[in-house]
């Protein structure tokens, strides 16, 4: 079977990182902020490729996601000093989240551009 127009089929290099918040639903707001003023460092981290914090339909849901080279790229940046220097600031205040972040980590098998 012939893969779809532009779509790449097989072993990718993409990975990509969520980590799943559960924020007090009355203090969303107060989440993004903490987000928009906090510096990740990610810039300086070689086999980066994007960010985003996505707020869900559910309330008080959001997942912070990164897309990275390779999984060597993302572990690498658990280990690098930008990874220290960015959670050192991004303590967030008492009672904001419900719950522990919960982290899931995934490989693109098929990826597909415009």
Known sequence: MKPAHGAIVGPMATFIAMNHFQVNP?????FEEHWRKRETYLH???GF????????DEP????SH?????R???????RSEAFRKAHAQARTPEGLLTGHPRLQT????IEQDV
Do not use: I
């Open 26 to 30: 009355e203090r969303g707001a107060e």
């Open 66 to 70: 990164s897309t990275w080279a390779s």
């Open 72 to 78: 060597d790229a993302f572990e690498g940046w658990t």
């Open 49 to 56: 490729r994007h960010f985003a914090l996505l707020r869900g």
């Open 106 to 109: 995934f490989e693109a098998v």
């Open 60 to 63: 008080g849901s959001y997942v």
């Open 44 to 46: 300086e981290v070689p």
